[in-house]
């Protein structure tokens, strides 16, 4: 009999190539989308769960509000890994991560030519005893125990050292430090919250130890089994009173209860690990995560494209079925029992599903590649063969295919013979023609929202790579690892700064992009009190930086080499005036606090006041910022004016090697790295947009074939129609319109959903756009012309039929 049903099966499908066609590519695209959109919210998900301990390691956050100035950190002052250990049974184990930044990096005895190696990070020796980071050389208990000791991973072991055993030899960073290599891990998994090739043992780090008001660590603990995080919290409070609160006073003359009464405040609480990549929102992260907001939203579209090509399968079988009607009549009148008709319609939906499967993985392999550079990943399809997804995959073509072959085949077996045989009219009834009413409205007010949703961001994006950010971060360019110049810094400077197309150049310690940077507390002169404290950045800049960056000044001046004194001088922005109180902020002076055990302290006279402008993400507010003259070779800067960046460029790389050969040059331009701060934005927008072309598609598949049934079930309609003398225009009008209708209802329910869910997306941003009512209006109009030429192919087909095939049969 199974036989029987796949011969007729596979004959009908090969009769009917182009519904075939349509129901397959429909439905295998619909599951190609689940299933990309399946592997990226997997990956998500897994980030460090490789971990053993994964459940039971957390990260210690800090929040702090000081001096107007409020922080939700990653970080946490040194002592307090070490002191929970000791004075909480509770907590099994400790580590402390330091991340120190890009260094060059070089075999010692080897080549004189660096490499530049991002995120070295100095860590306990417990790193290893925390997180699940397996050795292929040396021993993880002992590796980072001794000073001057580095584990490498394996990619910076073969850089380094090729085929050569790099255990016991040394490796020198920045020139300088001598570091032995103790271990080589494995290359850390893609899915951890932070990467590094480089260990280095804490002991060696440079680091003002034991302050409990500065907070510069990652810290992560293991608690023991069965203890709840939540009722550990309360510790932290015991912590403040021991051990923070004197060093506070110390240094503010101030009680914890005294600076809270004030407006200040700390807080540490834990956070689960496996929650860092996409719930934490805290600053100073490792590296820039994830969002769970987006794998909601992707899981959520995941979920309807599938439910919309579903939708449509059944919808285009339901459309073919009135042109078997006849076929099952004549099978009735041979003999045929109903579950024989409705094993043959369920086994051709089946078929079809499995087709379509099929299809859906060959997509999946192709447009992997291309999905991995949208989304900045690195997945494979290994995880569609795993004992969670397979057996859905497995599964998925079956349901599908009873869901879908399900109303076709017993609507279909339940014709009367002699009703069908003599050409009485076949009635799918009010009811199933509701639900499929109902459907398109669902697909359509789907297709509205993603269509709303990437408008939205797209616009956010442009607003944020547009806005007027108070600097000009256009044609700066920056020379990366530019401490590797050391008393050279300013020859190179000059010697660039006198090329043709360069108009000025600046050494720095910050650029108006996110880093690791702290706060300082500042008081006005001779007020030392907490209530008068300001929490603010410290800048140290050259003579040129203002020039160079294009900031504008709106109070005072610019440092100049005319005034000796500008040396204990300072500018602050607009934002530092204002929390300080400063009606006239020209003359005034502020004390900063440079140590907080010495109690040494500097006095500034504040010279000028700059505009404020935007230094960290437009998710933040703009906050007190100061600069200082110094000399912090972190990066030196350049403004071009040139049609010809590349050859400029690679004359500035000319003058770095003839000043440092064998180090590498290194350079972005300031626009780029400003953009990279919203990739995230720009890759959940192309992916929104993909995703909503594709559900447009798809529903329009699907009003296809329901446009193709209306036809089907009105033909004689207008065949009389015709005959009474209605014209093309007039049936192209009569079968549009339900559909319009439905459209225009889809558009009416998906309006407030979409407005209601892309105000909560923008709440992310304090600088941000109103969403406009055209994006919907647009969005409205796109879906209804989608619609309407869908719709209008079907209806011009029917129209165009000749009323006598229409009739003959009356």
């Known amino acids: 009999m199974l036989i029987n049903y796949l011969k007729v099966t596979l004959r009908n ?469 530019s401490h590797s110049l050391e008393k050279e810094i300013q020859t190179f400077k000059n010697e660039v700064t006198r090329m043709p197309g360069v108009v000025s150049g600046t050494v720095s310690g910050y650029l108006p992009v996110p880093s690791e940077r702290s706060n300082f507390p500042f008081f006005p002169e001779g007020q030392l009190d907490s209530k008068k404290a300001v929490s603010m950045q410290d800048w140290t800049i050259d003579y040129d930086y203002v020039k160079t960056l294009g900031i504008e000044l709106v109070q005072g001046r610019d440092f100049s080499r005319q005034f000796g004194t500008d040396s204990s001088a300072m500018l602050i922005n607009e934002s530092a005036a204002k929390l300080f109180g400063f009606r006239d902020p020209i003359g005034k002076r502020v004390t900063a606090m440079l140590d907080l055990t010495a109690h040494s302290q500097r006095v500034y006279t504040i010279i000028g006041v700059v505009k404020n402008f935007h230094y960290e993400s437009m998710r933040e507010n703009i906050g007190a910022l100061a600069f200082t003259l110094g000399s912090q070779p972190t990066g030196v800067s350049f403004r071009l004016n040139t049609q010809n960046s590349p050859e400029l460029v690679r004359q500035i790389e000319a003058k770095w090697k003839s000043l440092v050969p064998g180090q590498p040059f290194s350079y972005r331009f300031l626009d780029d790295s400003f953009d990279a701060m919203y990739r995230t934005e720009q890759r959940v927008g192309t992916l929104a947009l993909t995703f909503a072309g594709l559900t447009i598609l798809i529903a329009c598949l699907g009003l296809f074939g329901l446009a193709a049934f209306m036809a089907e079930q009105r033909t004689k309609e207008i065949g009389v129609r015709k005959v009474l003398g209605a014209s093309v225009t007039n049936i192209i009008g009569l079968l549009s319109k339900d559909f319009l209708k439905l459209v225009l209802i889809a558009i009416l329910i998906a309006t407030p959903i979409a407005w209601y869910a892309m105000n909560r997306w923008l709440q992310d941003f304090a600088y941000r756009i109103d969403v406009p009512w055209w994006v919907f209006a647009l969005s409205g109009t796109v879906a209804v012309l989608i619609a309407f030429l869908t719709v209008s192919f079907q209806s011009i087909k029917a129209a165009l039929v000749n009323p006598v095939k229409s009739l003959k049969s009356e």
């Open 13 to 481: 499908l090969r009769k009917q190539r182009g519904f075939t066609f349509i129901n397959v590519f429909g439905l295998a695209t619909g599951l190609a989308c689940c299933l990309l959109i399946t592997l990226y919210v997997a990956d998500e998900l897994s980030y460090d769960r490789y971990n053993e301990n994964a459940d039971r390691i957390y990260r210690i956050n800090g929040d702090v509000k000081f001096g107007g100035s409020e922080s939700q950190g990653a970080q946490t002052p040194d002592p307090m890994g070490p002191t929970l250990l000791k004075d909480y049974p509770q907590v099994e184990n400790y580590t402390r991560l330091l991340k120190r930044g890009t260094w060059l990096v070089r075999r010692a005895g080897g080549p004189a030519e660096n490499t530049s190696e991002p995120n070295i990070i100095f860590a306990d020796s417990t790193v290893f005893s925390v997180f699940t980071l397996p050795f292929v050389a040396g021993d993880a208990k002992t590796a980072l125990k001794e000073p001057n000791t580095v584990v490498i991973s394996e990619s910076a072991a073969r850089r380094h050292f090729g085929p050569a055993n790099p255990i016991g030899q040394t490796l020198l960073f920045d020139n300088q430090q001598a570091f032995k290599v103790t271990g080589v891990m494995r290359d850390m998994p893609a899915n951890s919250h932070f990467h590094t090739d480089f260990f280095l043992t804490m002991r060696s780090a440079y680091y003002n130890w034991g302050q409990w008001l500065e907070h510069n660590l990652h810290t992560y603990i293991v608690l023991r089994e069965g203890v709840d995080p939540k009722a550990f919290d309360a510790n932290f409070e015991t912590i403040l009173q021991k051990y923070s609160g004197p060093q506070a006073y110390q240094f503010l003359g101030a009680s914890l209860d005294q600076l809270r009464k004030a407006g200040n405040s700390i807080r540490y609480w834990l956070m689960p690990l496996t929650d860092i990549h996409l719930r934490s929102h805290q600053t100073f992260e490792l590296e820039p995560g994830g969002d769970i907001q987006y794998v909601y939203i992707f899981s959520a579209v995941a979920l309807f494209i599938l439910l919309i090509a579903c939708i449509n399968f059944m919808n285009l079988a339901t459309a073919r079925s009135a042109m078997r009607a006849k076929e099952v009549g004549v099978r009735k009148a041979l003999g045929s029992m109903r579950q024989q008709l409705v094993g043959q319609f369920m086994t051709e939906s089946i078929v079809l599903a499995l087709l379509a499967t099929g299809l859906a993985l060959l997509m999946v392999v192709v447009a992997l590649p291309l999905f991995n550079q949208l989304a900045a990943k690195t997945l494979t399809t290994d995880v569609l063969f795993s004992p969670r997804i397979l057996p859905v995959l497995l599964l998925l073509p079956l349901i599908v295919g009873v869901l879908a072959g399900s109303y076709p085949a017993f609507f279909l077996s339940s014709f009367r013979p002699v009703s069908v045989l003599k050409g009485g009219k076949l009635n799918a009834g009010s009811q199933s023609g509701n639900l499929r009413s109902s459907l398109v409205v669902f697909q359509f007010a789907m297709s509205v929202i993603l269509i709303t949703g990437t408008l939205v961001i797209y616009r956010q994006v442009h607003y944020i790579q547009t806005k007027k950010l108070g600097f000009d971060r256009e044609q700066i360019l920056t020379v990366t690892g």
